[in-house]
């Protein structure tokens, strides 16, 4: 299943199977769900609630999406993940294999910025634009996009070391999400950490889904 199939096995969770409720989660909240099984052998409801900002009634509502897809169980000690959701998960981050909270600097102007990686992606965008729309649309006041070429972060288009001033910054990225050539980040900005968190998610999957190696 390549990635552009896994994206849109999260869309088929997330749709309503017939049910005329209006559901309160999406793609990236199904995505950090099955990162945090992915992290912890059995996740409670509560936790989910905690974890994703849903009420109790949407996460139950999710995790019967998960097992109408064979991806989860559950037990009196909560929901885990079965061989095929172990199997899907890990193919998913092997490509967004990291991301990291950043403080306010140059390239990252909200009170709160979260980064995520695509591995080998740097061919997925232009000009960022596509990609800071993705979080606008999950509460994002911007994004910015970057590429790691030959041990520099630069801009799209662009070859000059945008972090060349900002060591900080830079080592934080390098530390935290240890970047290879041709690969892509993604930076969400909020003034609220979650809503970043969720709008760079949002952003990384739907390059996936729009774009095949």
Not at 40 to 62: D, I, W
Not at 140 to 162: H, M, Q, W
Not at 170 to 177: G, H, I, K, Q
Request: proline share 2%; aromatic share 8%.
């Amino acid at each position: 299943m390549n990635t552009i199939q896994q994206v849109q096995t999260l869309q088929n969770i997330v749709s309503r199977k017939g049910s005329s409720k209006v559901l309160t989660f999406s793609v990236p909240h199904v995505f950090k769900a099955l990162q945090l099984l992915h992290e912890n052998e059995y996740v409670s409801r509560s936790s989910f609630c905690q974890n994703l900002h849903m009420g109790e009634g949407a996460v139950k509502t999710m995790i019967m999406h998960l097992k109408k897809e064979s991806m989860v169980d559950s037990t009196k000690s909560g929901t885990f993940l079965t061989i095929k959701g172990k199997a899907f998960i890990k193919n998913l981050l092997e490509v967004i294999f990291a991301e990291c909270d950043i403080k306010k600097c140059q390239i990252a102007q909200g009170r709160f910025n979260h980064a995520v990686i695509l591995k080998n992606y740097s061919f997925a965008t232009k000009t960022g634009v596509e990609q800071r729309d993705y979080t606008i649309l999950y509460g994002a006041s911007g994004a910015t996009t970057l590429l790691y070429k030959e041990d520099r972060f630069v801009f799209p288009n662009e070859n000059i070391d945008c972090l060349l001033n900002d060591q900080k910054t830079r080592n934080l990225l390098t530390s935290e999400l240890h970047p290879k050539n041709g690969d892509m980040i993604i930076i969400a900005s909020a003034s609220d950490p979650f809503v970043a968190e969720i709008a760079a998610k949002n952003s990384a999957l739907w390059t996936l889904a729009t774009h095949s190696r």
